[in-house]
């Protein structure tokens, strides 16, 4: 494997960082939340911009911490799927051009996968086959993770994604922006059982419901009418046990999924991934349902957990060192499942020169 500098911008972090194999050399992340606070919600177009703004300053502050130059550098990342597609723009094209003029190969990177080596920074001895649960603002998904890119999506949600049923439980409740982080210290100071709240099942058409894939919507729906029922009836809203009992039915709408899903596939440990892998909620129910089922369960630290471009070069250091290189005129693309990952690397096109 080798040094790697990646650049992730697929949403509304500009993130820049230096790995060596699974070692973080630097990492930086300048984070637009408080621009989009006052929007409720990540704006693409202002994403964009301000990705073009921050971009060099990154980079430079990158090297700062790594503490060397480009001459380290073996090899040049950048997000290209999914995400918004104007933002990944500014990362791949920085990448990209990067990669020409200091004449190092490119390697573009699956977003979700980034997630899934997040866990290596910190575990830098773990290796497949494992169970990632994915949960992100865009993605909850239950992943076999067999071997660098190769991927088997054994369940997902059918609607919202986890972080976005957080998102939006949190507007609905009128407590801020980003909705993950700020319910779950809300939750902290309320009841879990306070108000029972529906977990989404999604039923077969044989009868019976989907053993893994989840649903988001019908819970957000539920502490709506909730909301609307206690306001009719002038109570005042109990935010903070609204936020527990919320918080409690996802983390164990999706613990059971996780650990019935690893029982089934005999895998030994669970690794999450994703915004959502912050959850204090989520990491309590599903450590001890794990601990009791004799699964082990990896959650990266926080910083590793929300967008950043250390797991994305973590991932990319595996690719290149497997001989994956990606062509200049790699697109990027708003939505690629992870079954995918390998059309990111057309071995057969690369350029001479690279
Ligand atoms: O992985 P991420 O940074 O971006 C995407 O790829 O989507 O995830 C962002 C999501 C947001 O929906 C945010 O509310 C959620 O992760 N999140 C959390 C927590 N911290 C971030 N959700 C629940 N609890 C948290 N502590
Ligand atoms: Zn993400």
Redesign the pocket.
Known sequence: MGIVLAIET??DETAVAIVNNRKVLGNVVASQIDIHREFGGVVPEVASRHHLESINVCIASVFEQAGFGWDEVEAIAATCAPGLVGALLVGASAAKTLAMLKQKPFIGVH?LEG?IYASYLSQPDLEPPFLCLLV????TSFIEVKSCGEYELLGQTRDDAA??A??KVARLLGVGY????V??RLAKEGNPRAFPLPEGRISLPEGGYHPYDCSFSGLKTAVLYLVQRLEKEGKDIPVNDIAASFQYTVAKALTKRAVRCAGDRQLQTIVVG???A???GLRQTLTAAAQKAGIAVHFPPLKF???NAAMIACAAAEHFDRGDRSTLDLPVQSRLPITEVASLYDTAEVLPNL
């Not at 980003?178 to 982080?181: D, E, K, L, R």
Request: proline content about 7%.
């Open positions: 697929s949403c977003h997630h992100s603002g865009g993605h972080g976005e957080f998102d980003p909705g993950g982080p319910i779950d994703g915004g959502v912050a959850n204090s957990c929300t967008d």
